[in-house]
Structure formats: structure tokens, C-alpha cells
């Protein structure tokens, strides 16, 4: 197919189109279309003005005729490329309807043909009204252009009877061929031809029947009784994927399977189920359109029936509003899933998997991450309440004395359940004042935990222990967030009176700057580990601080990396860690005597050593800073 000197700009590799979704094929083909519809708006602009600019004679019949060749031209041309985009009869890749090039191709000629003749048809009309014709003789020209079409119709099918009956045999989903569905499909394929022309028969009288009443306005029924097929066609893809998504949505069935999954039998049979779940409302979905379509049709030919005529409209603008909801719903679900996902950062299923978190396995999360799926869960609830209330207006029910009483029963909720609003609006202003996130790790009052998930009243608390700690917002109070800014870690050396400081400051700084050049824990460094010089002189060692700031989370595993690597370059050097001693001086007892010490002296001398150590372990644990300790006190 040749394309104009535009297509060069808006070409798409077909190659490529082979791994694409249904959604990115529609914009490639869209894409591809593009220099046909722009040539098209300048062949009308062009036409347009060079008739009305160098057209000589003011001619009312001229310009008329003119208008209506070049309206009938750029309709029709816009009827092919919006085929062309559908079917695609020329790039397979790009087809959106389950067909193949043959009968693609068949189908665009032949609606090109039948577009372009209603078009041709209608535009002619108009110009015999603009030009005085009565309306009788429009009625009888309609009704013979109509039983022409109808006549051609009737001769294409009967030509058309086998590649249609092999279609509709070859046709279908490979999950629906059932022993009842394939014969009901066979049967179908056998007659369908007679049941066409039956149904051409029927339009031809309702259109004659409809020129003998001119007083009742059918309103084009013709035109859409005749695109009946393709009409249905889009209904039934339209509930299909309302019944799929509903069903997916409510996990009851899922369309796709990891094939490679190894599952149970349980979990197969309950797919098994599923899968004729979907199946059975599948088919009712199916039934339920036609059955609409047919009754719809009939009231546009102004042919009432009493109650069902009623019930068709019902279903008919429910269909409509679940569309329109779901569409919506899709929309804004994905949007947010999309958010939600790039929020997350790089490998963070390597890190949700870390089990040498001190803080539990959780990986930090951004702001959208927390916020998103609330805004979500807050949307469905909206929706869900406004597609009920449309759909029960929409039946006749009067919504007002619902909406008075929701109103009463929500302020009556509000005075019962003030704890509950109290946790409601607590854990909005947390979110408001971004106090935390999901997978922070954070302390309020006696409970601490790496926060799990946030719903509209409770945040879910993972401790570092694996319990799950479930608080109300509204029990928070104070709160203090370890994940925001660089976590100061402290830590105490001890060694001999004797052991040279300005060379312990130098091999830690070494093995700082060491730290920081590694490749794993380098990153996590906000400022590199050194010494800090003598702390304390007790009796027995001398005590040096180390100090090192690092990113939330990770100092746990970078202390332990410090402690491992300065032990080592110390003793590389010769220097070690001193060992505390305990001298007890009991009176009466000289070193002199030592070799003649009785049993009760050395039992009054064991007992003084043990409680010495006793009283030292507890002066080092009272002077551990609190930083070195972890939440509520714990060592960490």
C-alpha cells in the first residue's frame, strides 16, 4: 500500500509490534494512520478554499452540490483510515480484531463500499430537500436506496455463505469449546445465511412500514438496525471484559497463569472452578446482550414492549455506567501502580530479602509508596457508592431520601464512634505531616517497629523480633522516626596504659578511609569512621571512642564491619585489646602470705572478686550512651 511523502515521518518497525499489547498496537496503528489523516484536512482545506476563493458564479446549486461531493469524500475517506486503524488489513501486527489478512481485507472493502454508499446516499437526499424536493419524494427515495442496499446485502451474504459458515466453525475461544457450545456453534454455521436474509426481509418491511406512517420518527433505525452485527460485536467485547475484570478484580478467576508455577492440586482444582465460573457468567453475559440489543432495536422502531422494554434501557445504561466506571477505574489503578513502582528504588527485592537487617527485612519507601494505595483504596470506595446510586437513579429509584439517610446515619456513626474518628483523623495528619513510611522503622511511646502497611485506622508495626504490632493512629503520641537523616554510631575501645594513641588514631582513620572505598558498604557512609581520642582513663584500661554517621538501617551491619577490620589492623601492628582487672586488697592479708592463705580467707577472697567484677560490668553498662543502645533500652 502506497503511502504520501508524510509516512516517512510516522513509520513503525513492524518487527517490533510482535511482543507489543493490545493497547500499544492501537497506538502504532493510530501512529501509522497519522499521514493519512493530515493529508486528508489538507485535501479539504485546499478544496475548500480554492473553490470558494476562484469560483466565479454565485450559484446557491453550485456550492451546494460542491459541498456535498466534498463532505461525501472526506466522510468516506474518514470511514476507510478509521476501518484501516481497525482492521488493518495490510499489517498483521497491528490488528486488533482476532482475524486473518483475507478476511480482513473482505471486510474493509466491503465496509468501505457500504459506508461510502450511506454516505453518497444521505448526502444526496440532503441536497434534494435543499433544493425544494417534498418529503414524500425523499421518503420514496430513501426507501428504494434502502431496499437497494438491502437487496445487495442479501446477494453478498449468499455469496459470502461458506467463508462465513468456516468462520464462525473455526471461531471462538479455545476455553469455550464445550460439547454444548460447539454443537450450538455448528448449527449456527448451517443456518446462519437463511436467519440473514429473514432479518433483511424483516428491515425491509419495517422500513416500509415506517414511509406508510410518516408521523412516528424512527430516529435512525435503519441505520443502526443494519450495523446490527458490528453493534454487537463491540457489546459483547465490552461485557466480556467487564465480566473478565470483575472477576479478576474479585479473584475468582484469573486469566493468566504462570505455567511453570508449581502448584497443589487444591489451588488447580479451585482454577478448574474458576475457570467455569467465568465461563457459565460468561455466556449469561452473552445472552443478557443480545437479548438488550434486540429490545433496544425494537424501541428505536418504536415497537414497546411492556416492561421488557424497560428492563432493556436498565441494563442497557447500567452496561454504559460499569464501562465508563471500569474504564475510569483502569485508568487511575494503573496510574497508580505505575507511581507506585517507579517510587520504588533499584533492586528492592534484593533488599526486601535481607535477613541481616537489625530492623527487620523491610525496605525503606518513599512517600508515594505509603499515600498511593490509601488514595486508591479511597477512590474504589467513592466509585463504588456513585456507580450504585447512578445505577438505581437510572432504574427510577428516587436517590434523594438515600442520600438524607446516609447523611443521618454518617453523623450518627460520627457521635457513636469517636474513637474511631479520632483514629481516623490522627492518622491523616501523620500523612499529612509525612511523620512516616512504610518500611521506616520508628518508636511511639512503649512500641517500636519497622512499619508494614497503613490503613485508614491502624499503621501495622513489624517489631525487630518478627512480631506484628498492630496501633491505632490515635495512640501514636510521640514519635521518633530512626530513618530520617544519618544514624551517629559510637563505640568504645579499651586498651593498655602503654599503647601508643597517635597510632591507633591513624590506623582507624586507615581503615575509615578503607570503609569508604568499598563497593558494598561504601554507599552508606555519611561521614567515614575515625577515632575521637582518649574518652576515659579507669583503673585498669584506657577507653578510646570511634565514631562513624551512616545512612538508617545499614549502621548495624557497617559497626560490625569496623570492629572486624580495626581488630585486625591493630593486632597486624602489635596492638591489642586490654583485658580489665579487678585488684582486691583484703586487710590482714599481705603478699607475703599468699602461699599461706586458709580455706575461709581465699572463700572471703573469691566472694570480694566476684562482686568487684559485678560492680564494674554495671558502671560500664550505666556509661554506655544511650545511642549504643537499641529501642526501650535493648543492646544493639
Not at 55 to 72: D, R
Not at 418 to 430: I, T
Request: glycine share 6%; proline share 3%.
Amino acid at each position: 500500500m502506497k503511502r504520501g511523502i508524510l509516512a516517512k515521518h510516522f513509520q513503525v518497525d513492524s518487527q517490533k509490534t510482535q511482543d507489543m499489547n493490545q493497547t500499544d498496537r492501537f497506538k502504532a496503528s493510530v501512529s501509522s494512520a497519522l499521514p493519512d489523516f493530515i493529508g486528508l484536512c489538507l485535501f479539504f482545506g485546499i478544496s475548500f478554499a480554492t473553490f470558494f476563493l476562484f469560483e466565479q458564479t454565485n450559484s446557491p446549486i453550485a456550492q451546494l452540490t460542491f459541498l456535498a461531493v466534498l463532505i461525501t469524500i472526506s466522510l468516506t475517506r474518514t470511514a476507510s483510515i478509521l476501518l484501516h486503524i481497525l482492521l488493518s488489513p495490510g499489517v498483521r501486527y497491528f490488528r486488533i480484531l482476532p482475524i486473518d489478512c483475507q478476511t480482513a481485507k473482505n471486510i474493509y472493502r466491503l465496509m468501505v463500499i457500504v459506508l461510502g454508499y450511506i454516505i453518497t446516499i444521505l448526502m444526496f437526499t440532503i441536497v434534494a430537500q435543499k433544493l425544494g424536493a417534498e418529503q414524500q419524494t425523499v421518503q420514496l427515495l430513501l426507501l428504494f436506496f434502502a431496499s437497494l442496499l438491502l437487496a445487495a446485502t442479501a446477494i453478498a451474504v449468499l455469496i459470502y455463505k461458506n467463508r462465513v459458515r468456516d468462520h464462525i466453525l473455526a471461531g471462538g475461544d479455545a476455553d469455550q469449546h464445550t460439547v454444548e457450545v460447539g454443537m450450538v456453534r455448528r448449527q449456527l454455521a448451517s443456518v446462519w445465511h437463511i436467519l440473514a436474509i429473514l432479518y433483511l426481509g424483516l428491515l425491509s418491511v419495517l422500513v416500509l412500514s415506517d414511509i406508510v406512517t410518516p408521523g412516528e420518527h424512527t430516529k435512525g433505525a435503519f441505520l443502526l438496525s443494519f450495523f446490527v452485527i458490528p453493534i454487537w460485536v463491540i457489546a459483547d467485547k465490552v461485557s466480556q471484559w467487564i465480566v473478565l475484570y470483575a472477576m479478576s478484580t474479585l479473584q475468582l478467576h484469573q486469566s493468566h497463569y504462570d505455567e511453570t508455577e508449581d502448584v497443589s492440586e487444591e489451588i488447580l482444582l479451585e482454577r478448574e472452578k474458576g475457570k467455569e465460573l467465568y465461563l457459565k457468567v460468561s455466556n449469561f453475559s452473552r445472552v443478557a446482550v443480545v437479548i438488550a440489543l434486540f429490545i433496544w432495536l425494537a424501541g428505536l422502531w418504536n415497537i414497546e414492549l411492556p416492561y421488557i422494554s424497560k428492563l432493556a434501557a436498565v441494563l442497557l445504561d447500567g452496561l454504559i455506567i460499569m464501562t465508563l466506571a471500569l474504564i475510569f477505574w483502569r485508568f487511575i489503578s494503573s496510574w497508580i501502580e505505575r507511581k507506585i513502582e517507579e517510587t520504588l528504588p533499584e533492586g528492592h527485592e534484593e533488599e526486601e530479602k535481607n535477613d541481616d537487617a537489625e530492623w527487620g527485612a523491610g525496605a525503606d519507601r518513599g512517600r508515594s509508596y505509603t499515600l498511593l494505595p490509601m488514595v486508591r483504596k479511597f477512590i474504589a470506595s467513592i466509585l463504588i457508592v456513585m456507580v450504585t446510586m447512578t445505577i438505581l437513579s437510572s432504574i427510577g429509584v428516587d436517590i434523594g431520601p438515600l442520600l438524607a439517610g446516609a447523611g443521618v446515619i454518617g453523623l450518627a456513626v460520627g457521635f457513636g464512634a469517636q474513637k474511631l474518628v479520632s483514629d481516623m483523623f490522627s492518622g491523616f495528619f501523620y500523612l499529612l505531616d509525612d511523620a512516616f513510611r512504610v518500611g521506616e522503622y520508628l518508636t511511639a511511646g512503649a512500641v517500636s517497629g519497622t512499619v508494614e502497611s497503613i490503613t485508614l485506622r491502624n499503621v501495622m508495626l513489624r517489631h525487630h523480633r518478627g512480631m506484628l504490632q498492630i496501633v491505632p493512629h490515635s495512640e501514636l503520641g510521640a514519635i521518633t522516626n530512626y530513618m530520617r537523616g544519618g544514624m551517629i554510631v559510637k563505640f568504645n575501645l579499651d586498651f593498655p596504659y602503654d599503647a601508643d594513641i597517635d597510632k591507633i588514631r591513624k590506623i582507624i582513620k586507615k581503615v575509615g578511609i578503607a570503609m569508604l572505598d568499598d563497593e558494598e558498604i561504601g554507599k552508606d557512609f555519611i561521614r567515614p569512621v575515625k577515632s575521637q581520642g582518649v574518652r576515659e582513663i579507669t583503673n585498669s584500661v584506657m577507653t578510646i571512642r570511634v565514631k562513624f554517621t551512616a545512612q538508617p538501617g545499614t549502621h548495624f551491619v557497617i559497626r560490625r564491619e569496623a570492629y572486624k577490620r580495626i581488630t585486625e589492623a591493630l593486632n597486624r601492628s602489635g596492638i591489642y585489646y586490654a583485658h580489665k582487672k579487678v585488684i582486691v586488697d583484703v586487710p590482714g592479708i599481705s603478699d607475703q602470705a599468699n602461699s599461706n592463705i586458709s580455706p575461709e580467707q581465699s572463700k572471703t577472697i573469691s566472694n570480694a572478686v566476684g562482686a568487684a567484677a559485678l560492680a564494674s560490668i554495671n558502671e560500664a553498662e550505666e556509661k554506655m550512651p544511650q545511642e549504643e543502645k537499641g529501642p526501650q533500652g535493648i543492646s544493639i
